[in-house]
T-cell receptor
Framework: NAGVMQNPRHLVRRRGQEARLRCSPM?????VYWYRQLPEEGLKFMVY????????ESGMPKERFSAEFPKEGPSILRIQQVVRGDSAAYFC?????????????????FGAGSRLTVL | GDSVTQMEGPVTLSEEAFLTINCTYT??????LFWYVQYPGEGLQLLLK?????DKGSNKGFEATYRKETTSFHLEKGSVQVSDSAVYFC????????????FGTGTRLTVIP
Protein backbone atom coordinates (compact mmCIF):
# COMPACT_ATOMS: atom_id res chain seq x y z
CA ASN A 1 0.00 0.00 0.00
CA ALA A 2 2.59 2.50 -1.16
CA GLY A 3 1.78 6.12 -0.57
CA VAL A 4 3.13 9.05 -2.55
CA MET A 5 6.75 8.34 -3.41
CA GLN A 6 9.16 11.19 -3.96
CA ASN A 7 12.76 10.91 -5.06
CA PRO A 8 15.38 11.83 -4.49
CA ARG A 9 14.84 12.67 -0.83
CA HIS A 10 17.91 14.90 -0.86
CA LEU A 11 19.50 16.55 -3.85
CA VAL A 12 22.55 18.79 -3.96
CA ARG A 13 23.24 20.92 -7.02
CA ARG A 14 25.69 23.67 -7.89
CA ARG A 15 24.44 26.97 -9.24
CA GLY A 16 23.57 26.68 -12.92
CA GLN A 17 22.86 22.96 -12.89
CA GLU A 18 19.47 21.35 -13.41
CA ALA A 19 17.37 19.68 -10.73
CA ARG A 20 14.74 17.04 -11.43
CA LEU A 21 12.38 15.92 -8.71
CA ARG A 22 10.08 12.96 -9.21
CA CYS A 23 6.73 12.11 -7.71
CA SER A 24 4.78 8.88 -8.10
CA PRO A 25 1.20 9.41 -6.92
CA MET A 26 -0.70 7.02 -4.74
CA UNK A 27 -2.29 4.12 -6.60
CA UNK A 28 -5.61 5.20 -8.07
CA UNK A 29 -4.83 8.92 -7.81
CA UNK A 30 -4.78 10.90 -11.02
CA UNK A 31 -4.19 14.40 -9.66
CA VAL A 32 -0.78 15.66 -8.56
CA TYR A 33 0.12 18.86 -6.72
CA TRP A 34 3.53 20.34 -6.05
CA TYR A 35 4.24 22.60 -3.07
CA ARG A 36 7.43 24.37 -2.06
CA GLN A 37 8.56 25.20 1.46
CA LEU A 38 11.26 27.84 1.64
CA PRO A 39 13.21 28.17 4.91
CA GLU A 40 11.11 29.72 7.69
CA GLU A 41 7.99 29.77 5.50
CA GLY A 42 4.87 27.66 5.05
CA LEU A 43 4.22 25.34 2.14
CA LYS A 44 3.17 27.28 -0.94
CA PHE A 45 1.23 25.86 -3.87
CA MET A 46 3.14 25.69 -7.15
CA VAL A 47 1.29 23.60 -9.71
CA TYR A 48 -1.62 21.19 -10.13
CA UNK A 49 -1.55 18.51 -12.83
CA UNK A 50 -3.62 15.68 -14.17
CA UNK A 51 -2.26 13.11 -16.57
CA UNK A 52 -0.80 14.99 -19.56
CA UNK A 53 -2.46 18.26 -18.46
CA UNK A 54 -1.45 21.24 -16.39
CA UNK A 55 -4.61 22.45 -14.63
CA UNK A 56 -3.23 25.33 -12.58
CA GLU A 57 0.33 26.64 -12.58
CA SER A 58 -0.41 29.96 -10.92
CA GLY A 59 2.18 29.31 -8.19
CA MET A 60 5.06 28.44 -10.49
CA PRO A 61 7.87 30.94 -11.01
CA LYS A 62 7.69 32.24 -14.57
CA GLU A 63 11.18 31.17 -15.54
CA ARG A 64 13.35 28.06 -15.10
CA PHE A 65 10.58 25.96 -13.50
CA SER A 66 8.44 23.43 -15.34
CA ALA A 67 6.32 20.44 -14.42
CA GLU A 68 4.87 17.50 -16.27
CA PHE A 69 2.80 14.45 -15.55
CA PRO A 70 3.08 12.13 -18.53
CA LYS A 71 0.71 9.36 -19.44
CA GLU A 72 3.23 6.84 -18.16
CA GLY A 73 5.64 7.40 -15.31
CA PRO A 74 5.97 9.85 -12.46
CA SER A 75 5.32 13.56 -12.34
CA ILE A 76 8.52 15.58 -12.69
CA LEU A 77 9.31 19.03 -11.38
CA ARG A 78 12.24 20.43 -13.31
CA ILE A 79 14.32 23.43 -12.27
CA GLN A 80 16.82 24.69 -14.80
CA GLN A 81 19.91 26.77 -13.97
CA VAL A 82 19.32 26.52 -10.23
CA VAL A 83 20.18 29.41 -7.93
CA ARG A 84 20.72 29.45 -4.17
CA GLY A 85 17.21 30.80 -3.65
CA ASP A 86 15.78 27.55 -5.04
CA SER A 87 17.03 25.70 -1.96
CA ALA A 88 13.88 24.40 -0.32
CA ALA A 89 11.80 21.35 0.46
CA TYR A 90 9.54 20.36 -2.42
CA PHE A 91 6.44 18.39 -1.51
CA CYS A 92 4.24 16.43 -3.85
CA UNK A 93 0.68 15.41 -3.05
CA UNK A 94 -1.90 13.40 -4.91
CA UNK A 95 -5.65 12.95 -4.81
CA UNK A 96 -8.39 11.09 -6.63
CA UNK A 97 -10.73 13.14 -8.83
CA UNK A 98 -13.65 13.31 -6.38
CA UNK A 99 -16.39 15.93 -6.67
CA UNK A 100 -17.59 18.12 -3.81
CA UNK A 101 -16.42 21.08 -1.78
CA UNK A 102 -12.83 20.85 -0.65
CA UNK A 103 -12.70 17.32 -1.91
CA UNK A 104 -9.15 17.79 -3.05
CA UNK A 105 -7.95 19.16 0.27
CA UNK A 106 -9.79 16.48 2.21
CA UNK A 107 -8.23 13.54 0.43
CA UNK A 108 -4.72 14.77 -0.24
CA UNK A 109 -1.89 12.34 0.39
CA PHE A 110 1.52 13.93 0.70
CA GLY A 111 4.94 12.53 0.00
CA ALA A 112 7.83 12.94 2.44
CA GLY A 113 9.34 15.71 0.34
CA SER A 114 12.54 16.28 -1.60
CA ARG A 115 15.07 18.65 -0.08
CA LEU A 116 17.07 20.59 -2.65
CA THR A 117 20.28 22.31 -1.61
CA VAL A 118 22.00 24.60 -4.08
CA LEU A 119 25.65 25.30 -3.35
CA GLY B 1 -5.08 37.69 0.59
CA ASP B 2 -5.43 34.49 2.52
CA SER B 3 -2.78 33.63 5.08
CA VAL B 4 -2.11 31.54 8.16
CA THR B 5 -0.01 32.59 11.14
CA GLN B 6 1.22 29.80 13.30
CA MET B 7 2.92 29.69 16.66
CA GLU B 8 6.67 29.58 16.27
CA GLY B 9 8.53 26.60 17.55
CA PRO B 10 10.19 24.50 18.45
CA VAL B 11 8.05 23.34 21.36
CA THR B 12 9.43 20.85 23.88
CA LEU B 13 7.13 19.23 26.41
CA SER B 14 7.32 16.44 28.93
CA GLU B 15 5.12 13.40 28.43
CA GLU B 16 1.54 13.91 29.68
CA ALA B 17 1.82 17.70 29.50
CA PHE B 18 -0.92 19.83 27.95
CA LEU B 19 -0.31 21.05 24.41
CA THR B 20 -1.52 24.19 22.67
CA ILE B 21 -0.28 25.29 19.26
CA ASN B 22 -1.78 28.60 18.21
CA CYS B 23 -3.04 29.28 14.72
CA THR B 24 -4.78 32.38 13.41
CA TYR B 25 -5.88 33.07 9.88
CA THR B 26 -6.79 35.83 7.47
CA UNK B 27 -9.37 35.14 4.80
CA UNK B 28 -11.88 37.10 2.78
CA UNK B 29 -14.66 34.52 3.04
CA UNK B 30 -15.45 31.45 5.09
CA UNK B 31 -12.59 29.01 4.75
CA UNK B 32 -12.24 25.43 5.80
CA LEU B 33 -9.46 24.93 8.34
CA PHE B 34 -7.05 22.02 8.69
CA TRP B 35 -4.26 20.69 10.84
CA TYR B 36 -1.69 18.48 9.14
CA VAL B 37 1.04 16.48 10.91
CA GLN B 38 4.38 15.33 9.55
CA TYR B 39 6.10 12.55 11.47
CA PRO B 40 9.86 12.12 10.96
CA GLY B 41 10.66 10.79 7.52
CA GLU B 42 7.04 10.78 6.36
CA GLY B 43 4.70 12.96 4.32
CA LEU B 44 2.13 15.36 5.72
CA GLN B 45 -1.05 13.69 6.93
CA LEU B 46 -4.39 15.30 7.58
CA LEU B 47 -4.89 15.29 11.37
CA LEU B 48 -8.26 17.05 11.66
CA LYS B 49 -10.43 19.64 9.98
CA UNK B 50 -13.38 21.98 10.48
CA UNK B 51 -15.49 23.43 7.72
CA UNK B 52 -17.60 26.07 9.46
CA UNK B 53 -17.66 28.35 12.49
CA UNK B 54 -17.89 26.62 15.89
CA ASP B 55 -17.11 23.21 14.38
CA LYS B 56 -14.68 21.15 16.42
CA GLY B 57 -12.30 18.83 14.64
CA SER B 58 -10.83 15.96 16.63
CA ASN B 59 -8.59 12.97 16.04
CA LYS B 60 -6.11 10.91 18.10
CA GLY B 61 -6.82 13.01 21.20
CA PHE B 62 -6.15 16.29 19.38
CA GLU B 63 -8.85 18.95 19.08
CA ALA B 64 -9.26 22.31 17.40
CA THR B 65 -12.30 24.60 17.35
CA TYR B 66 -13.08 26.96 14.46
CA ARG B 67 -13.46 30.37 16.10
CA LYS B 68 -14.71 32.93 13.63
CA GLU B 69 -14.78 35.79 16.15
CA THR B 70 -11.07 35.43 16.88
CA THR B 71 -10.15 33.95 13.46
CA SER B 72 -8.36 31.13 15.23
CA PHE B 73 -8.01 27.36 15.06
CA HIS B 74 -5.72 26.45 17.95
CA LEU B 75 -4.61 22.83 18.27
CA GLU B 76 -4.86 21.24 21.73
CA LYS B 77 -4.17 17.92 23.37
CA GLY B 78 -4.65 17.17 27.03
CA SER B 79 -1.79 14.71 27.50
CA VAL B 80 0.94 14.38 24.90
CA GLN B 81 2.95 11.25 24.26
CA VAL B 82 6.46 10.74 22.90
CA SER B 83 4.86 9.42 19.70
CA ASP B 84 3.27 12.85 19.11
CA SER B 85 6.68 14.32 18.32
CA ALA B 86 6.29 15.74 14.83
CA VAL B 87 5.86 18.95 12.87
CA TYR B 88 2.32 20.37 12.88
CA PHE B 89 0.98 22.58 10.06
CA CYS B 90 -2.14 24.72 10.19
CA UNK B 91 -3.81 25.34 6.81
CA UNK B 92 -6.88 26.90 5.25
CA UNK B 93 -8.77 26.54 2.01
CA UNK B 94 -11.38 29.00 0.78
CA UNK B 95 -12.22 27.29 -2.45
CA UNK B 96 -12.66 23.80 -3.73
CA UNK B 97 -9.48 21.96 -4.52
CA UNK B 98 -6.10 21.49 -2.95
CA UNK B 99 -4.53 24.05 -5.25
CA UNK B 100 -5.99 26.61 -2.89
CA UNK B 101 -4.48 25.37 0.38
CA UNK B 102 -2.55 27.98 2.39
CA PHE B 103 -0.17 26.64 5.03
CA GLY B 104 1.45 28.05 8.13
CA THR B 105 5.18 27.66 8.70
CA GLY B 106 4.84 24.56 10.85
CA THR B 107 5.59 23.99 14.54
CA ARG B 108 8.01 21.29 15.60
CA LEU B 109 6.91 19.47 18.75
CA THR B 110 9.28 17.29 20.74
CA VAL B 111 7.90 15.27 23.64
CA ILE B 112 10.45 13.94 26.11
CA PRO B 113 9.83 10.98 28.42
Amino acid sequence: NAGVMQNPRHLVRRRGQEARLRCSPMKGHSHVYWYRQLPEEGLKFMVYLQKENIIDESGMPKERFSAEFPKEGPSILRIQQVVRGDSAAYFCASSPPLPGPNSGANVLTFGAGSRLTVL
Amino acid sequence: GDSVTQMEGPVTLSEEAFLTINCTYTATGYPSLFWYVQYPGEGLQLLLKATKADDKGSNKGFEATYRKETTSFHLEKGSVQVSDSAVYFCALSEKTGANNLFFGTGTRLTVIP
